[in-house]
């Protein structure tokens, strides 16, 4: 969670990117060209040659048009400065139509021609105008939202959190590589008015195209087309209103045929009202499935309520059909406008997650595109709170010392994060209301992919607590990501640690050098010398390819046990979960880690290879044996390469119960402070490992991988726990279930 502390917007203006003599030169000559710049690695949105600040919106680096010499103001007070809207004069209001225009004499024309188009030039290029003596600038869709797109309440109110939106949509407008955006987002966040608006901007401008839409049931994506679409067309000024073929209020297609041309001094007169091309564009909806416009050409796809497709729907499906609607091979010619609150996992959630995850723009193929083709987008709750939003469109984060008037001409008293907290505070007597709010008004990506609480076998209390606070902590200042490589490129020599953003481990401690590669070999065989400190547990595959790519990732994790050395007890320290393009790559790094830390590993057995891999490397001391066999007890396998088989009910008992176990000392608060302060927050920052324990399923532990290795190093650490006594009895668990329905959960009797 970002604290108002920490950071109080949804950009940050990123410096010395670019030369300043090469953009000088180039602002000089206006030859910015707008789309994505591979050089400097920039998305310009910026249509007039210029290029002034560049922001990095959630991963993604945009830049916008260089600020003009003379800006739009309201006032030369600046706290009078502020966005609105300038209504269309009262002469052109009696104009319904181009031909009207065309029949109107010349002198007529002539004054209002600069008005007009003016007013083509804000919807291409954007709009500058000071916002409190500050010199903001809109893209020309945000332009057409707030200025013409007639909505419920009448017409929109500015808000920087929509700014920042259509900020980001524009570069995904612009960027070749991008099939458009998936944004998370807050419940009544005015999504689907911006999304019907842009409807009718990109379709109203298009030749032969279509638009369509889609949303968690065909008869929401009706109503959005019946209330929203078709009255925001039907009110455009005449000079960007096509003429529409058929009814003026269609149930089912919007079809225009003849465009409002675009006039200007040149062609202000028209004289042939017959020699008007036809536009040939539609806007249409289509029932929910996930063959949706398959075999359609698609300009632009409005994806409404998309993390609420509920079975048989499948929103991952329909996006691999209608992805396809929007490129020719590999040339993208289409958008798609997504946007959702997220249902619960069970409930459509699970997919639109995965749809979001696999958009994030800091993860590329080859061809520079995201795994899904989009770009995500998330911007938490109080940002854009209904009523807690000020006349400069700003939001108000925490109460102010004095009201402050709001976009809507009522005073503000309170923040949107006090308000929030209130709200959470509540509800904390019921975890699954609690939850659905999260979900609607969530302030972290966590808050908003929130599942229901019932199912979990684990203290969830705890381990959304600690979700919570991880969150609040500056990633980058507490977990590290990078690589291991062995020096010089030498296996089995010295192993080194390096921070790379592309990295696929997570670390949040690194030993001392004293620490480092302890490696101790006895009989030829190596042994780890930190074994003392901590353990490693590993979920592993074997087959580098799988059908369709659905293969479970490699997991590995690394937790340190209570330790007088110069390490942290108690603590998980690495994780890594990832599937690298080959299985001997994943064992190489899983040894790699290994040796860096000088710490055992327990692994499963059941995908032995690589136990083959550090047996036949010389690294049989590193792989424990199972613990709750004495070593007279193990098979000859299990005595060859050590690990522990996940096929025993003892076993899987056994290591739910260590992570159940851990959960209670470790994680999130202890109010009894029985195992530490009651202040004090657990140190487990992980929060894909916590995601994970919360859905985990112990009678199908296929798709955890994270738990699945999470726990092996706990039960490493914890390993004389384990240990048979002398009549080879049983181990007997006694497992607890909770009861997560209220404020606190409970054990189950």
Known sequence: ?????????????????????????????????????????????????????????????????????????????KS???????????????????????ERPSEFKTKWVDYIENEFDNREYGYWFMNNGEPTYITGAHYMYLQWS???????????????????????????????????????????????????????????????????????????????????????????????????????????????????????SIVRNDDIRGLDTTIDWKNTDDNSYDGEKLLLLVHDESGKWTK???????????????????KIIGKCLM??????LAKGGEQYKRLYNDSKVTSRNRNGQTKSGMYSLFIPMEFNMEGFIDLYGMPVLRTPE????GVDGEMISSGAIDYWEGEVDSLKGDADALNEFYRQFPRTESHAFRDESKESIFNLTKIYQQIDYNDSLIKKHVLTRGSFHWKDGAKDSKVIWTPDDRGRFLISWIPSVALQNNVITKNGVKHPGNEHIGSFGCDSYDISGTVGGRGSNGALHGCTKFNMDEAPSNEFFLQYVARPQTAEIFFEEVLMAIVFYGMP?????????????????????????????????????????GGIPNTSEDVKQSHASSIESYIEKYVGIDMESTYRPSDEMGQMLFTRTLEDW????????????????????????????????????????????????????????
């Open 601 to 641: 590993i327990l692994a499963e057995n059941n995908k032995p290879r690589l136990l083959y891999h550090l047996k036949n490397r010389g690294y049989r001391g590193f792989s424990l044996n199972r613990p709750d066999k004495a070593y007279n007890k193990l098979s000859k396998t299990e005595k060859e390469l």
């Open 402 to 405: 004095k009201p402050v008037m």
């Open 339 to 344: 946007g959702s609150t997220c249902n619960a």
């Open 150 to 268: 007639s909505i419920d309440v009448g017409y929109p109110d500015y808000r920087e959190a929509n700014r920042i939106l259509y900020l980001y949509w524009e570069a995904c407008r612009v960027d070749n590589r991008s099939f458009g955006m998936i944004y998370l987002k807050i419940r009544r966040s005015g999504f689907s008015f911006m999304g019907s608006s842009e409807c009718v901007n990109v379709g109203s401008l298009a030749n032969d195209s279509r638009v369509g839409i889609l949303s968690k049931t065909g008869p929401d994506a009706k109503k959005m087309f019946t209330n929203k679409v078709v009255p925001i067309a039907n009110k455009l000024p005449f000079f960007f209103k096509p003429i529409q073929d058929g009814m003026d209020k269609p149930k089912t297609e919007l079809a225009f045929r003849i465009p409002a041309s675009k006039i200007t001094k040149k062609n202000m």
């Open 80 to 102: 009078e400065q502020h966005w609105k809207r300038e209504d269309l004069p009262e002469q052109l209001k009696r104009i319904q139509s181009i031909f009207h225009w065309n």
């Open 312 to 330: 048989p729907n499948d929103i991952q499906n329909n996006w691999r059909v209608t992805k396809t609607c929007l490129r020719l091979g590999s």
């Open 1 to 77: 969670m970002q604290s108002e502390g920490q950071i109080n917007s949804l950009h940050t203006v990123v410096y010395d990117i670019i030369p300043s003599s090469v953009l000088n030169r180039k602002n000089s000559a206006k030859s910015w060209v707008c789309g994505y710049n591979e050089k400097y690695d920039i998305v310009i949105i910026s249509k007039d040659g210029t290029l002034g600040d560049i922001y990095n919106i959630h991963g993604l680096y945009i830049g916008l048009p260089k600020k003009p010499k003379s800006i739009k103001k309201t006032s030369s007070k």
């Open 694 to 749: 919360a859905k985990f399923d112990i009678n199908n532990r296929t798709k955890f991988d994270a738990s699945i290795s999470s726990g092996l190093s706990i039960m490493a650490n914890q390993k004389h726990n384990y240990t048979p006594q002398k009549d080879n009895s049983k181990i007997k668990i006694n497992f607890a279930r909770y009861n997560n329905s209220g404020s606190v959960s409970e054990i189950l009797k």
